[in-house]
């Protein structure tokens, strides 16, 4: 078995956009959308990472507050103490006098220095690796507290550890980790999806042990040479996997070691004739194991082609993360 690391080539969408960012960013903002009414580009809890020379990751809004955040940001950083900024882009003054965004709805977003020691930002890190929901509070002058699992932080307003009182009320967030996926192969259709999947803010995995096929995997966070009826040794199983070797027994090993496994959402390649044949092949306690999990064809009918297969495989993956995440609400 071998294994490497790759480095991300750019930033990655989301959540995971931000907590990538984060690692090159000493002198850092992080932007909170703490409350919203009216349309909204995003929900509550949503972040951005903002540094000196504007915005490094993430999206609160369609690009309509950019530059108002950017320059709240940067004094931020001159003077070291959170700010709160409040946009109503939905009211006609604003149109004929505001931003002229017409973005449509009011928000309140709280800039929170995050300097190299901050609490915060070790938290996010641990989130990173985290299986669980971090669970965020602010105050109304930027003092925190973040709860993971058993970890706890808390800071003040200047972003440093602090054990003060915290005086809100803003109700508290929980900010999901990344998304993980298992690619178990990699087709024609894998570096499309990949970059797909980077940029929605997944973190994924491929596992190619056919030396010819394992450039095509090099989008990915990790690679592993490991054969089919092996699992990569993981600290917390991925949301999702995807069986693509486009070979029958290798879809048919990879599908007997997932079996085992407690990972929520599996899906073959493929029409469904082709699911049936695998799961006939296995034995009758496996196909029990897979059956509530178990999808294929994945995703929705939308072309031939490496491209049309990897837009559909990516959106399987993103309906999954949707269900799961609104099952935890």
Not at 161 to 168: F, L, P, R, V, Y
Request: glycine share 12%; with cysteine; aromatic share 4%.
């Amino acid at each position: 078995m071998s294994e490497h690391s790759n480095s991300p080539a750019s930033s990655r969408g989301g959540l995971r956009g931000v907590l990538d960012a984060l690692i090159t960013t000493p002198q850092a903002v992080l932007g909170v959308l703490v409350a919203q009414s009216g349309p909204s580009y995003r929900k509550p809890g949503a972040l951005l990472l903002l540094d000196a020379d504007g915005v490094r990751a993430g999206a609160l809004s369609g690009g309509c507050l950019d530059a108002e955040l950017e320059d709240a940001a940067r004094g931020v950083l001159a003077s070291g103490r959170a700010h709160f900024v409040e946009a109503d882009t939905g009211s006609a003054d604003d149109a004929l006098f505001g931003s002229g965004s017409g973005c449509g709805g009011a928000v309140r977003i709280a800039l929170l220095p995050l300097p190299v020691d901050a609490p915060l930002r070790t938290a996010l890190r641990a989130l990173a690796d985290s299986a669980v929901a971090l669970r965020l509070t602010l105050g109304e002058d930027g003092a925190g507290r973040a709860i993971l699992g058993a970890a706890r932080w808390s800071w003040d307003g200047s972003g440093r550890s602090a054990d003060a009182a915290i005086q809100t009320s803003l109700p508290p967030w929980l900010i999901r980790p990344p998304p993980r996926a298992l690619l178990l192969g990699a087709g024609p259709e894998t570096p499309v999806l990949l970059a797909m999947l980077r940029a929605l803010g997944w973190w994924v995995e491929v596992q190619e042990h056919r030396g010819r096929w394992a450039p095509r995997a090099a989008g990915a966070d990790r690679l592993h040479a490991l054969a089919p009826g092996l699992l990569p040794a993981w600290a917390h199983p991925p949301l999702a996997a995807l069986v693509m070797t486009h070979h029958f027994e290798h879809d048919r090993a990879h599908l007997a070691a997932l079996a085992t496994s407690t990972i929520p959402g599996i899906g073959v390649i493929g029409p469904a004739l082709r699911r049936e044949a695998l799961l006939d092949a296995l034995p009758p306690d496996s196909r029990q194991r897979l059956a509530p999990r178990l999808a294929g064809p994945v995703g929705p009918r939308l072309g031939d082609g490496p491209e049309a297969i990897a837009l559909a495989l990516a959106s399987a993956l993103q309906q999954w993360r949707m269900t799961h995440e609104a099952a935890g609400d």
